[in-house]
């Protein structure tokens, strides 16, 4: 059971880099309905797992990591790019959606080209933290 909380947090991850994707690849072919719809979900997901990271470690704490020697400083290679660019993500996702709902899209244009990376990273290294603390 302790296990579950971390699993639900990583597949929402997952959800909003499959998310991330499939956006882009429907902006790309100027289809912005299902563009949309996919970055609204990507957004929601996102939010969801924020909320439910913060109420674990709230509740949880911190998950030690077991291994050592190469894996354990990869392991925190990606665990310390993930946490400090997951801190420059959430006012980036927020002015990105902001300028869309505005209808400002050239401004929204600008600042996805930088967002949309930045955040699939940041999903991506949330679900390899995942994998790496709890299935190697």
């Known amino acids: 059971m302790r296990i579950l ?27 912005v309905r299902a563009h949309r ?3 609204l979900g990507a957004v929601t997901s996102s939010a969801l797992f924020l ?6 470690h709230t509740f949880h704490g911190t998950t030690p990591f077991p291994k050592g020697g190469f894996i ?3 392991y925190f290679a990606i665990l310390l790019s993930h946490t ?3 801190l420059i993500i959430l ?6 959606l902001l300028r869309a709902l505005r209808a400002e899209y050239p401004r929204h244009r600008q600042i996805a080209r930088w ?8 999903s991506v290294t949330g679900v390899a933290i995942y994998v790496m603390l709890y299935h190697w």
């Open 5 to 31: 909380w971390p699993t639900v947090n990583a597949l929402l991850n997952l959800t909003s880099a499959l998310l991330l994707t499939a956006g882009y690849r429907f902006i790309r072919r100027r289809r």
């Open 37 to 39: 719809a996919c970055m």
């Open 51 to 56: 909320l439910s990271y913060v109420l674990y």
């Open 72 to 74: 354990r400083i990869l």
């Open 84 to 86: 400090v660019l997951a």
């Open 91 to 96: 006012p980036l996702v927020l002015l990105t």
């Open 115 to 122: 967002t949309l990376p930045l955040w699939l990273y940041v």
